[in-house]
């Protein structure tokens, strides 16, 4: 082999220095427009949040850790994050059993399912404002006449009117708009499991409740795992459809921790402490994603 | 076809729950439509009752009193510029990562823009405010920046992990034709990672176009910026009394996605099953 000339080899690692230069200027317009926009305002909310600041006021100063404290002692935001755990709980027990169950019921049906599959997707394309601000109209004007007719108590007045049944109207919109990517996803798992393994359970004798629980739903995990982190994090900072149906109300009954969060800040001057929120809100979200990882990462070695 | 009995009992289970599944999901359009045809009257007289004529006053209050094209435009605006500029920026990073994963900057700055998947948009919503205020973005610009940043952290996870199955011997070969860096990556690459890039654009596209909160704390305090889902928002609260005008623009504020749903039905379901990974 001959030795490239003293040329080539300059020529070519001048050319791998230009690359290399081109590479991190492909990077720059993304990690500046990140740095700018998105760290600088965390860490400006990590300052604010130790200011007694009220958001209008010419000057502030450092407190330090007290609205911290505030916070921690402040009912409304107990009442705010006691409210966010019973919904995110109803709502991924919710969203995993409904779309597993839509999907078992597509997939049972075969080629003629691609009406249903249209049909049941069509929510998740739509604005969460406006089919909250539909539903609020439906739960005023359309139930209550059936629920008197049918003599169906809690139906015959809109369920979010009332503080003891408004969390469940907002979870049955949100259910309604928010199973239908899980059901796709369900689907796309089911169809993975090779046939095969059906039919060798199928001759070995066991039965559908057998196959669905040591051949499907092994397959199903990681989806089931995946949906759990996603559904949760989306409990815990719901705040479309509550802002569009009952704004918190009635009497702080569906007063999410971002609707607080929000109040706090836009309409009730209390700038500082609502940042002091959204970083506990932060610590909250990111310890219950972290447990559901471990979790379900242990189970699924366990029922290996 | 052979079908046990109770593999028969088990389709006509299914079919009864989904068809009255499939009844539940329908039921708001249903109400949606007939009641945008009705009059007040005819409203209050039966809510369930098919309208007796095309009473159409409604969708021309909408459009003229209400200016449904003003708030359209601005939402197609914010949309197709968001979207064109996370097309532009965000698989060009991406590229530039995974081809180099093994040096210090391209492994940190990796890291650094996947921490943004785990913040949610609540944390930093507050101080948000202020800090486009004081840097005078509380505009239309402000939130499609805000909207470009916010999607480059799902953007950057899924491209990075597609481009790393891309072999880079075609980048090579053409880079040895005489190709420069950057002409490699858009004859190239761009053609090889469409498949990811349509992906995270169709998923952006709806994200935008129906994001409330962004525009909420961004655009609320000035009327004639207003997107779509903000001005449902106002809406409301302006014509509580005239329900069947609210759902007439109910109505149109949800035809624009439902045509492009009919239309790009495939590429719309594997972008949001694809991209579930997202907050």
Redesign the interface.
């Known amino acids: 082999m001959s030795k490239p000339s003293a040329r080539a080899v300059a020529s070519s690692t001048n050319g791998m220095k230009?690359?290399?230069r081109?590479?991190?200027l492909?990077?720059l317009?993304?990690?500046l427009?990140?740095s700018t926009?998105?760290t600088?305002?965390?860490i400006?909310?990590v300052y604010?949040s130790m200011t007694n600041w009220t958001?209008i006021a010419k000057d502030y100063k450092f407190i330090g850790l007290r609205n911290y404290g505030n916070v921690l002692t402040d009912k409304r935001f107990w009442n705010a994050i006691f409210f966010n755990f019973k919904y995110t709980i109803c709502l991924v027990i919710g969203v995993l059993v409904l779309s597993l169950?839509?999907a078992?019921?597509?997939n049972?049906?075969g080629k003629s399912s691609t009406v249903?599959r249209?049909?049941?997707?069509?929510?998740?394309?739509?604005?969460?404002?406006?089919?909250g601000?539909?539903?609020?109209?439906?739960f005023l004007?359309?139930f209550p006449?059936i629920g008197k007719a049918l003599n169906i108590g809690f139906l015959s007045t809109s369920l979010l009117g009332n503080p003891a049944t408004a969390m469940f109207g907002i979870l049955i919109v949100n259910l309604?708009q928010g199973c239908?990517?899980?059901t796709?996803?369900f689907i796309?798992g089911l169809q993975s499991v090779p046939k095969d393994l059906y039919e060798a359970a199928t001759i070995d004798g066991a039965n559908?409740w057998q196959k669905f629980k040591n051949i499907t739903v092994p397959f199903l995990l990681p989806i089931v795992t995946?949906?759990v982190i996603?559904t949760t994090?989306?409990g815990?900072?719901i705040?479309?459809y509550i802002?569009?149906m009952t704004a918190g109300g009635p009497a702080q009954a569906t007063e999410a921790?971002?609707i607080l969060?929000?109040r706090h800040?836009?309409s009730e001057g209390k700038?500082a402490q609502?940042?002091a929120e959204?970083?506990c809100?932060?610590v909250i979200?990111?310890i219950v994603?972290f447990a559901t990882i471990k979790l379900s990462s242990k189970k699924q070695v366990g029922d290996d | 076809m052979r079908l046990s009995v109770g593999g028969k009992i088990l389709k006509v289970v299914s079919y009864a729950f989904l068809i009255l599944g499939a009844l539940i999901i329908l039921f708001p359009f249903f109400v949606t439509i007939i009641t945008s045809l009705k009059t007040q009257q005819e409203s209050a007289e039966s809510f369930f009752a098919l309208p007796s004529s095309f009473y159409l006053e409604n969708f021309k209050s909408v459009f003229q009193k209400a200016g449904y094209f003003t708030y359209f435009r601005n939402s197609a605006l914010i949309t197709i510029t968001s979207v064109v500029l996370i097309f532009l920026l965000d698989p060009m990073c991406a590229y530039g990562i995974s081809r180099n994963l093994h040096k210090p900057y391209f492994k940190i700055i990796h890291y650094y823009l996947l921490c943004g998947i785990f913040v949610p948009f609540q944390v930093v919503m507050i101080p948000l405010v202020k800090y486009l205020g004081t840097l005078h973005l509380t505009s239309q610009l402000g939130l499609i920046i805000m909207h470009v940043t916010f999607a480059s952290s799902q953007a950057i996870f899924l491209l990075v992990n597609y481009i790393r199955s891309v072999p880079p011997d075609l980048e090579e070969a053409a880079s040895i034709d005489g190709c420069t860096t950057f002409g490699a990556y858009w004859r190239v690459v761009i053609p090889l990672v469409k498949p990811m890039t349509m992906t995270i654009m169709v998923l952006n596209a709806l994200w935008v176009w129906n994001d409330f909160q962004m525009p909420l704390i961004i655009l609320n305090k000035s009327a004639e910026t207003w997107t779509l889902p903000l001005f449902q928002y106002n809406f409301k609260s302006q014509y509580t009394y005239d329900y069947n005008m609210a759902f007439a623009s109910y109505l149109v504020a949800m035809v624009p996605v439902l045509i492009v749903y009919v239309c790009a039905q495939k590429y719309i379901v594997a972008g949001l099953t694809q991209g579930a990974v997202k907050t």
């Open positions: 230009r690359r290399n081109v590479m991190v492909f990077t317009p993304v990690v427009l990140f926009f998105f600088v305002p965390v400006l909310g604010y958001g169950l839509i078992l019921a597509i049972q049906l249903f249209t049909i049941y997707f069509i929510p998740a394309v739509l604005s969460l404002v406006t089919v601000l539909i539903w609020n109209e439906l004007r359309a006449p309604w239908a990517t899980p796709v996803l796309a559908a995946m949906l996603t994090k989306g815990l900072t705040f479309d802002q569009s921790i971002g969060i929000y800040a836009m700038f609502s940042v959204s970083m809100l932060f979200v990111a994603s």
